[in-house]
């Protein structure tokens, strides 16, 4: 049974994944398969992954096998399990609590290559559908907090397996990044009765030198302060604290800008290695619905330099966001010609 | 001039080193000379980096050339600047301030190989002395509120230059990790009216499955809710908060337990890149001196997964801190032999 661990410092939990370090080789050998050219995720290997618990597949084709352009499946090895009450305990001084929680994999089609800069738009959208599916299904376990949606992309981000997928975890816990979001957000709201996020949306656009790509209800930019660099957010333009409250002609925007940015992301820095968050507000939050704004981070892995600051808390950007922006925007502005310089632009710290 | 900005939600300052930005072909011109074989750290190129602001060295040897054993130089890419008035200002709805710090780079030793784990112990306590004394130094300029002092070792970890350095920052700002863990250290001891670092080297000594080294003042320890596979902390046994306090003696003890530390890593995990930060009180804290310890952070950075739970602020530590410590302590028990399984019981996440 895996544990969830509190430091008795900052309060923050730690899954302690127990289980799975007992499973070195079987880490081992999924890392073996992949190099060996079969892939768990691919059409026609359903049965080497746990059941699926979604897929939205031809009418006629059966759970399970092929015939199916999304799939949501449980994590092989999951970081969390469904199975056990959630029981806290103390450990002298320590705090902690059985490791309670689903993870799972979404496969997010059927190519083995395509992520969503390359997908078309309405396969997307049957992604974000899944996203939303899911989320609905895994709040009615009234033990959870907080549903994760987050997707790695390339080895160097934390992708284990080639095949574009993304992951959902449920969580008995708020994550602690999350709770500072909500917090910070709270106290603006306390003091100016406006949501930060809105407030940043209107500066971003009157400002008009982070802002990459936008249209009628979404619009992606640089964060002013962000962490790393051609670190970007998606922000949806009103106020709404819960992803999965999107509306339907909401989902065909966010598939259109989560495809435009993700391909200049990718035009601009030779198909990095990133990662992606869905930010959103906890199912039950005292900050209430009016202070927090739902949002997609997405932060490239540019630098080695950020082991340190990661570690620390304490960040050093090497790209201003308008540096970085007004390239992506000029990239934007041309056509469709491949360049990678994006990278020569971005400095580090030794 | 660089420019630290404050994300108005979490209130997270960062630094934007705009300067550094618009010289990406010095770095790239670093880089290759480092691999062309010349280093601006070794004896001898004295003059290729900024006059040095401290040495160690012969008596009859002139600054600024050879004869020193522990030499500190200002960054020749700082992130921050120490010229210039510290200003705040307000972007619209965003806080921003002048880049005003100092950034200095601490040449280890002569040897453009030996780090903490081959060192002599002699030669860790002069580094630990030139720790102290730029310290002292640094907190001078009332503008600094806090003085951070780390060591990145390995490419991977974020080190841009071979020869064996570390690195102190005087930032005008607390960092945020650094003001969580006084805000929790405070709230820890409101109830309690006892340190928490204090309360955990009681529990760790009686629990004894954590600790792999130890001595008369210090302890070392993998933390019970640790975020990354063999994360360690280094502790003074009594309670102290400022590291610039250290005793004479207890500089002899730490440079022990760095190197005995530092060499089981090493060995265990076939020298990882790590990062270690010192974390400290800042000069003027509210939370006074009682609440908070200052102590080492050690990261190996075995895990590429970790992306995603730096950026999202959620940890999943795939080996438990116990199975770590088992491992090393077994490794401190047998015969020097190298050895390098460790990262066979690192599982990990895709």
Same mark, same amino acid.
């Given at each position: 049974m895996p544990e969830l661990r509190k430091d008795p410092v900052t309060g923050r939990w730690v899954? @302690?994944?127990?289980?799975?370090?007992?499973?070195?080789?079987?880490?081992?050998?999924?890392?073996?398969?992949?190099?060996?050219?079969?892939?768990?995720?691919?059409?026609?290997?359903?049965?080497?992954?746990?059941?699926?618990?979604?897929?939205?597949?031809a009418k006629d084709s059966l759970?399970?096998?092929?015939? *199916? *352009?999304?799939?949501?499946?449980?994590?092989?090895?999951p970081a969390l399990q469904p199975e056990g009450e959630l029981k806290r305990?103390?450990?002298?001084?320590? +705090?902690?609590?059985?490791?309670?929680?689903?993870?799972?994999?979404?496969?997010?089609?059927?190519?083995?290559?395509?992520?969503?800069?390359?997908?078309?738009?309405? $396969? @997307?959208?049957?992604?974000? *559908?899944?996203? /939303?599916?899911?989320?609905?299904?895994?709040r009615k376990d009234r033990r959870m907090r907080y549903i994760m949606i987050f997707k790695n992309w390339g080895h160097e981000a934390g992708a284990s397996i080639e095949h574009p997928h993304s992951q959902i975890i449920a969580l008995p816990v708020v994550p602690k990044r999350v709770q500072e979001e909500l917090h910070g957000a709270s106290k603006y709201y306390?003091?100016?009765?406006?949501?930060?996020?809105?407030?940043? @949306?209107? $500066?971003?656009?009157? +400002?008009?030198?982070?802002?990459?790509?936008?249209?009628?209800?979404?619009?992606?930019?640089?964060?002013?302060?962000?962490?790393?660099?051609?670190?970007? *957010? @998606?922000?949806? /333009?009103?106020?709404?604290?819960?992803?999965?409250?999107? $509306?339907?002609n909401e989902v065909v925007d966010l598939a259109r800008i989560l495809k435009e940015t993700l391909s200049l992301l990718k035009r601009a820095l030779n198909d990095p290695p990133y990662n992606f968050v869905i930010h959103t507000t906890p199912f039950e939050s005292d900050a209430g619905t009016e202070a927090y704004h739902w949002h997609i981070e997405i932060m490239p892995k540019l630098t080695k330099v950020a082991g340190f600051e990661w570690g620390s808390g304490f960040?050093?950007?090497?790209?201003p966001p308008e540096t970085a922006a007004e390239f992506l925007r000029k990239l934007a502005a041309r056509s469709g010609a491949d360049v990678a310089e994006g990278g020569q632009i971005v400095a580090a710290l030794g």
């Open positions: 899954i @302690i994944a127990t289980e799975r370090a007992r499973r070195p080789n079987q880490y081992v050998k999924i890392e073996e398969e992949r190099k060996g050219g079969f892939c768990p995720f691919c059409p026609g290997n359903e049965n080497t992954t746990p059941p699926e618990v979604l897929s939205y597949r759970p399970n096998s092929e015939g *199916w *352009w999304v799939r949501v499946v449980p994590n092989k090895f305990s103390a450990h002298g001084i320590y +705090d902690r609590m059985t490791g309670i929680g689903r993870h799972e994999v979404l496969i997010e089609s059927p190519s083995h290559e395509n992520t969503y800069a390359d997908l078309p738009e309405h $396969q @997307i959208e049957e992604i974000l *559908w899944a996203f /939303r599916d899911r989320t609905v299904e895994l306390d003091f100016r009765e406006r949501c930060v996020y809105c407030d940043m @949306i209107h $500066q971003e656009t009157a +400002d008009n030198v982070r802002t990459i790509v936008e249209n009628d209800t979404f619009i992606s930019f640089l964060p002013f302060a962000g962490r790393f660099p051609f670190e970007t *957010w @998606i922000v949806p /333009r009103l106020h709404s604290a819960f992803f999965s409250d999107i $509306q339907k960040y050093i950007n090497p790209t």
